[in-house]
């Protein structure tokens, strides 16, 4: 019901060469773990082109705005019409896909300690609702004025999630007995699979702690000498 297939963005086509650990322990060995999976590497001048395409007359409200804001929306197309997972390259993985995936799910939805929907891992059946109301509340909100990249990416990802299966709208961060309330009603519906994550050593992708090393130091290592900034400017 899901597809196997797995959407990485990254600036170019070489990711799987580079030697740093958080790759080689991350999308290397996802890929490596599970090699009946496709694993799709998407450049930034693609994910320009694919939603020039896609979004058409609405592409002018992302048309100048970075990669990050780009990559937010480009996701959400990109599960809705084909499915499969999307995933940061930043997250370590020890798993085989076909361990944790149930069959008869059509989506996993990755919980950030009790905080917000996981936004960095999505994973679904194509035709999903829940990113066709995603992209509508995005396009929305930036026409009105919107631009906060959190807002827009993680915020907006919860609003749609809770309002499509749960019939609220609730905020990030609403207190863990409120996200429990809301997990049992998403597990009512018996399709989807909810896990609980605490990152960076534990999520959906990774349940040991191994010692592979400071994540954040091997993050800001690896984005240092590739040239790209975080996306909160802080480093």
Known sequence: M?????????????????????????????????????????????????????????????????????????????????GGIYVDIDRFCDVKLSEVIPKNVKQVLPVCRYYDFSHDLMISAPNNPVYNTTISMYLHRRKIGFDNIYFLGAQTYMHAITHTLVGEMINTNPGQEKFEEIINKIKSLGFIEVFVEDPPYFTFLYRNREDIGDWKKLKKEFYSKSGIKHWTGEW
């Open 2 to 82: 899901i597809p196997k297939i797995v959407h990485l963005s990254w600036k170019d086509k070489n990711l799987f060469e580079r030697d740093s650990p958080l790759i080689i322990y991350g999308v290397k060995r996802l890929r490596d773990l599970n090699p009946d999976w496709d694993i799709r590497i998407t450049i930034d001048e693609e994910i320009n082109d694919y939603l020039n395409e896609t979004m058409r007359h609405d592409f002018s409200l992302v048309e100048h705005k970075g990669i990050v804001a780009k990559t937010d929306i480009w996701r959400l197309y990109k599960l809705l019409y084909e």
